[in-house]
């Protein structure tokens, strides 16, 4: 039985309340979800949120209050959507790369794989 499935004894030295609780968790979740190494040493098979729980009953989390949590989440969303937007330009550029290089190939008429085929001396049917 996992420890989603259990009752949950809360330590209010570790966090304060079944509702802090589930916030915390949900976004530890993402962040391991996104890479993010786990603090604790899963079991095999063992979901993301299961982990982010026990991660912070177990206390392996600084969990901040107040504007000091307001503007660590803000930076976070700030450097997530940095490098969505990155990836999303690195996209592009390869798909921009590619279409560039077709069309200089058409443009300088560079030949493709169906002509050199076609104009190979040792192929039986040459023209």
């Not at 177990?58 to 490098?83: D, F, H, N």
């Amino acid at each position: 039985m996992d420890i989603v499935s259990l009752p949950i004894e809360l330590d209010t030295s570790v966090i304060d309340s079944k509702y802090r609780l589930v916030i915390v968790a949900a976004q530890r979740a993402r962040q391991l979800m996104e890479g993010e190494p786990p603090r604790i040493i899963p079991q095999r098979d063992q979901k993301e949120t299961t982990i982010a729980i026990e991660e912070v009953l177990s206390g392996k989390l600084e969990i901040l209050y107040g504007q000091e949590a307001v503007s660590a989440l803000r930076e976070e969303r700030r450097v997530r959507e940095e490098t969505r937007r990155r990836a999303m330009l690195a996209e592009r550029e390869g798909e921009g790369v590619s279409q560039a290089r077709k069309d200089l190939d058409i443009l300088l008429g560079a030949p493709s794989a169906k002509d050199e085929i076609l104009t190979d001396p040792s192929s039986p049917g040459k023209i």
